[in-house]
């Protein structure tokens, strides 16, 4: 879940400090619950992380990772526009408000600069698919919509 803060042009990030990906920066989210949507869990893990609730989110787009050992994950990323409640370190994650201009790709996962700032700043929709062997990036594709 990426929530952006239009008058500022920011968006709101986290410095994950468990899990897949601990130390990154990456956006708020996780897995789904039974019978849960996926929007459902991006709002319900933003408020777990951030304690911050995404209001109207947009669905912007899809992430398919594949990794050399087997694991194969499924993304959906959304886009809100507006938040109640202030973001707050957790257990989980830090909270990082980031200028949409200055977006850390060098502490970000490899596959985020292929899509990130265009859906952020030109909010544009899309697929992706990315092979991984741990941290490091094999392929990369991306169709715009
Ligand atoms: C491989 N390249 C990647 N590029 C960009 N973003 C990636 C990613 N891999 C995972 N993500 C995102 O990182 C968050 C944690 O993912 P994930 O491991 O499912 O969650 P987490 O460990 O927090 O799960 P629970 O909180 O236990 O549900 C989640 O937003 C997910 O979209």
Redesign the pocket.
């Known amino acids: 879940?990426f929530i952006i803060d239009e008058a500022k042009r920011q968006v709101l990030l986290i410095r994950?400090k468990?899990?897949?990906?601990?130390g990154?920066i990456?956006?708020?989210?996780?897995?789904?619950?039974p019978g849960e949507t996926a929007v459902e869990?991006?709002v319900r893990?933003t408020q777990?992380?951030l304690g911050v609730t995404a209001l109207n989110p947009e669905h912007h787009g899809e992430?398919w990772?594949q990794?050399v050992d087997g694991l194969c994950?499924h993304?959906?990323?959304f886009v809100a526009s507006q938040h109640e409640g202030e973001a707050v370190e957790t257990p989980?994650a830090v909270p990082l408000w980031t200028s949409l201009d200055a977006l850390p790709f060098n502490e970000?996962?490899?596959?985020?600069v292929h899509w990130?700032g265009q859906t952020l700043v030109e909010r544009r929709h899309f697929i992706g698919r990315?092979t991984?062997d741990d941290?490091t990036?094999l392929s990369h594709e991306v169709s715009w919509l």
């Open positions: 879940m994950k468990r899990g897949l990906g601990a990154k990456n956006g708020p989210g996780g897995k789904m619950d869990c991006a893990e777990e992380e992430l990772f990794f994950m993304v959906d990323v989980e970000m996962w490899a596959d985020d990130l990315f991984f941290d990036m």
